[in-house]
Nanobody, 123 residues
């Protein structure tokens, strides 16, 4: 599976962005998809994940109520809608895929990774 993330950019605090991640290859619908982020000088942290059919999701406490993950298996795409953005959301955002049925918040559980897209939130 190859992943291509897009949709990042520069936005003012309180604004919104929608990230997309398109997967190539077969069996996209068999993968748990996740979003992670990495700020300068920090480790890569979990943001949100979604099950193969979208029936289950989870999110980091820091983004709950502001970010929403979704997927469209017909388009091989997973989305991250980000609202009420804060300067501390500034990071490179990565999408990732895990061949499993169980959601995971650990980056070590995801085998496939996209190249990342930069999100910068100004105060």
């Amino acid at each position: 599976v190859q992943l291509q993330a897009s949709g990042g950019g520069l936005v003012q605090a309180g604004g919104s962005l929608r990230l997309s991640c398109v997967a190539s290859g077969r069996s996209f619908g068999n993968y748990v998809m996740g979003w992670f982020r990495q700020a300068p000088g920090k480790g890569r942290e979990f943001v949100s994940a979604i099950s193969w059919n979208g029936g289950s999701t989870n999110a980091a406490d820091s983004v709950k109520g502001r970010f929403t993950i979704s997927r469209d298996n017909a388009k091989n795409t997973v989305y991250l809608q980000m609202n009420s953005l804060k300067p501390e959301d500034t990071a490179v955002y990565y999408c990732a895929a895990r061949s499993a049925t169980v959601l995971s918040t650990s980056r070590y559980q995801y085998r496939y990774w996209g190249q990342g897209t930069q999100v910068t939130v100004s105060s």
